[in-house]
């Protein structure tokens, strides 16, 4: 069955600190799409990135980076000098290509604290 | 704009009422979504539309209805059998899954 976990309920770091937000997830085929989404204090997820299960080329994006490592069903999310503007709630999400609905699954989602 | 309008922001009812909060899309996507937050939890999903007048059960659909008559509207109605109404409630749309969904800015519904 398709699951997405993300293991780090709360975290907590120092303005300009690297930190690393941990994605695995579980699929049976072998085409699907990962997300990470942004949930600021305001409630309404932002879209981040998109990746599809065929390019595992890492990307980054400003201080924004992703992992991708089908080896280990992992969508990591690092954001590099973090900012106090960085502190939301961050949720992973996958979408299998074949499914008969809709649907896309999230993960419960990772609480980020950038500490002033 | 295109995007996704929710109203109201915020919405406060008594115990034993119906409330029905709006959800209005202008990206022309075919699937539509409402999901709940409860303080500190992940996103549940409570029904969800993939065409008009056509909606599925999610997974915590008991105690809601909804209703799809127009593509760019699905309101939901929370009703009086839903034990714990109060939460934070997020619709979402979607041309294909495979692009993920564009959110709406959410419905803060506290129930006294």
């Known amino acids: 069955a398709q699951k997405v976990t993300q293991a780090q309920t709360e975290i907590s770091v120092v303005e300009k600190e690297d930190v690393t937000l941990d994605c695995v997830y579980e699929?049976?085929?072998?085409?699907?799409?990962l997300f990470w989404y942004k949930q600021p204090p305001s409630g309404e997820l932002v879209f981040l990135i998109r990746r599809n299960s065929f390019d595992e080329q890492n990307e980054i994006s400003g201080r924004y980076s992703w992992n991708f490592q089908k080896s280990t069903s992992s969508f990591n999310f690092t954001i590099t000098a973090s900012q106090v503007v960085d502190s939301a709630v961050y949720f992973c999400?996958?979408?299998?290509?074949?499914?008969?609905?809709?649907?896309?699954?999230f993960g419960k989602g990772t609480r980020l604290h950038i500490l002033p | 704009d295109g995007g996704i309008t929710q109203s109201p922001k915020y919405l406060f009812r008594k115990e034993g009422q119906n409330v029905t909060l709006s959800c209005e899309q202008n990206?022309?996507?075919?699937?539509m979504y409402w999901y709940r937050q409860d303080p500190g939890q992940g996103l549940r999903l409570i029904y969800y539309?993939?065409?008009?007048?056509?909606?599925q059960k999610g997974d915590i659909a008991e105690g809601y209805s909804v209703s799809r008559e127009k593509k760019e509207s699905f309101p939901l109605t929370v009703t009086s059998a839903q034990k714990n109404p109060t939460a934070f409630y997020l619709c979402?749309?979607?041309?294909?899954?495979?692009?993920?969904?564009?959110f709406g800015s959410g419905t803060r519904l506290t129930v006294v």
């Open positions: 999400a996958l979408s299998e290509a074949f499914r008969g609905d809709d649907k896309i699954i």
């Open positions: 990206l022309n996507h075919d699937a």
């Open positions: 979402a749309s979607s041309a294909d899954r495979v692009y993920g969904y564009t």
């Open positions: 699929t049976r085929d072998t085409t699907y799409y």
């Open positions: 539309s993939q065409i008009v007048n056509d909606f």
